[in-house]
């Protein structure tokens, strides 16, 4: 049985069972080595201890830290295997970008920007990044000031539970205009969000189903604003 989640509960060892066992479910969905295995345990392991002073999942998702954020953030590296070089707005707690740095830390070349506009999150994200050893670099700044924070090319841009979709597409166009392909992880209606998307940009999308849920990865490789 599930016990009582709030923000204060995330490091009751009554949690640590039932985090096991999605565990389990999570990396027969998304197969990682055993090194990065282990990465993503210390990473689990610092957000429930964080977790309990900076809330940075929902606290309804803790029993399934590893199905609803870290196989969800895993599957965006099959989506696109050649890059090496990915942009992360709006990182929060981590998804996907610690998540992308844990999982190609062993890949040469690697790099992930984190970029987070809350102090107490960048802090977090920065511990996250030093004590898993993965390439990541975070960036304490305002969404809209990633291309002036980022430097050299990026290959990849994602965002998670930012913002609506023709918001997104604003942040990360300078960087698809660079040559960077998009990957938005999107819920059901992103049909909807396809269509308001729409009124403010040209684009061709592609719609990939996600492997962990009935949501939606939306991939761009270019946007024109509609004049």
Same mark, same amino acid.
């Given at each position: 049985?599930?016990? /009582?989640?709030?923000?204060?509960?995330?490091?009751?060892?009554? @949690?640590? #069972?039932?985090?096991?066992?999605?565990? $389990?479910?999570? +990396? /027969?969905?998304?197969?990682?080595?055993?090194?990065?295995?282990?990465?993503?345990?210390?990473?689990?392991?610092?957000?429930?201890?964080?977790?309990?002073? !900076?809330?940075?999942?929902?606290?309804? !998702?803790?029993?399934?830290?590893? !199905?609803?954020?870290?196989?969800? #953030?895993?599957?965006?590296?099959?989506?696109?295997?050649?890059?090496?070089?990915?942009?992360?707005? %709006? #990182?929060?707690?981590?998804?996907?970008?610690?998540? +992308?740095?844990?999982?190609?830390?062993?890949?040469?070349?690697? *790099?992930?920007?984190?970029?987070?506009?809350?102090?107490?999150?960048?802090?977090?994200?920065?511990?996250?990044?030093? $004590?898993?050893? #993965?390439?990541?670099?975070?960036?304490?700044?305002?969404? %809209?000031?990633?291309?002036?924070? $980022?430097?050299?090319?990026?290959?990849?841009?994602?965002? *998670?539970?930012?913002?609506?979709?023709?918001?997104?597409? %604003?942040?990360?166009?300078?960087?698809?205009?660079?040559?960077?392909?998009?990957?938005?992880?999107? %819920?059901?209606?992103?049909?909807?969000? @396809?269509?308001?998307?729409? /009124?403010?940009?040209? $684009?061709?999308?592609?719609?990939?189903?996600?492997?962990?849920?009935?949501?939606?990865?939306?991939?761009?490789?270019?946007?024109?604003?509609?004049?």
């Amino acid at each position: 049985m599930t016990p /009582k989640i709030d923000k204060a509960s995330a490091n009751d060892p009554s @949690l640590d #069972s039932v985090i096991a066992a999605d565990k $389990i479910a999570a +990396l /027969k969905l998304a197969s990682v080595s055993r090194e990065t295995e282990a990465r993503l345990d210390r990473y689990i392991a610092l957000l429930r201890e964080w977790q309990a002073k !900076t809330n940075l999942v929902a606290p309804s !998702t803790l029993p399934h830290l590893w !199905t609803r954020h870290i196989a969800d #953030s895993l599957q965006l590296v099959d989506l696109a295997p050649s890059a090496r070089r990915w942009a992360d707005l %709006g #990182s929060g707690g981590g998804f996907p970008g610690v998540v +992308l740095a844990c999982a190609m830390a062993e890949t040469p070349g690697t *790099r992930v920007h984190l970029v987070e506009r809350i102090a107490k999150k960048a802090a977090f994200l920065r511990e996250a990044i030093r $004590i898993t050893a #993965s390439p990541g670099v975070v960036h304490l700044a305002e969404i %809209g000031d990633n291309v002036d924070r $980022i430097t050299g090319p990026v290959d990849c841009v994602t965002a *998670r539970a930012l913002a609506p979709l023709h918001q997104l597409i %604003g942040f990360a166009e300078p960087l698809m205009r660079q040559g960077a392909k998009a990957l938005f992880p999107k %819920g059901q209606d992103v049909e909807a969000e @396809l269509t308001e998307a729409a /009124k403010y940009w040209n $684009i061709q999308p592609q719609l990939h189903q996600s492997r962990t849920g009935d949501g939606w990865i939306v991939e761009l490789n270019a946007a024109e604003r509609r004049s």
